[in-house]
């Protein structure tokens, strides 16, 4: 005969367990975050300022050359414009992507936990449906 000592304990420490794992992989990815958003902040700052002095220089380069507001200096800060707004996109897309994985990873962590409990449920149920059936074994010898 099955024990009822034990009956819901163990699907009450499966859940704990699960909930413990989801929330280590929630904390994980909130610092994941955090950092992700920090090192586009950090890069888009330098950036910033790598852009700045060199759009300085280039200007100093040609002035140098006697092309100052010429139609080639124009191209060249085009250019150089451009590959700048390139790059940000750039670090703005990876900070993003970044994020995305994290949000991915909570989602997936927020399915395996609510799998894992309704499992523990469903085993609990089944456990009671066992022992349930063992007693109507002795339902004859019970009296009236």
Excluded: H, W
Excluded at 47 to 69: C, K, V
Excluded at 107 to 126: P, T
């Amino acid at each position: 005969m099955a024990s009822f000592a034990n009956l819901g304990l163990s699907v009450g420490r499966g859940e704990r367990s699960a909930r413990t794992q989801r929330d280590a992989t929630l904390a994980q990815n909130a610092y994941s975050r955090f950092l992700s958003q920090q090192r586009g902040d950090r890069e888009l700052r330098s950036l910033g300022e790598q852009t700045n002095r060199d759009l300085g220089a280039l200007s100093a380069a040609y002035s140098q050359r006697g092309l100052r507001n010429s139609g080639l200096q124009q191209q060249a800060r085009n250019e150089f414009g451009t590959q700048a707004f390139r790059s940000e996109q750039d670090i703005r897309n990876q900070t993003a992507q970044q994020l995305d994985m994290a949000n991915l990873s909570d989602a997936q962590a927020q399915a395996a936990y609510e799998s894992a409990v309704q499992e523990a449920e469903i085993a609990k149920a089944n456990s009671i449906a066992q022992l349930a059936a063992e007693l109507l074994n002795y339902y004859p010898f019970m009296g009236s």
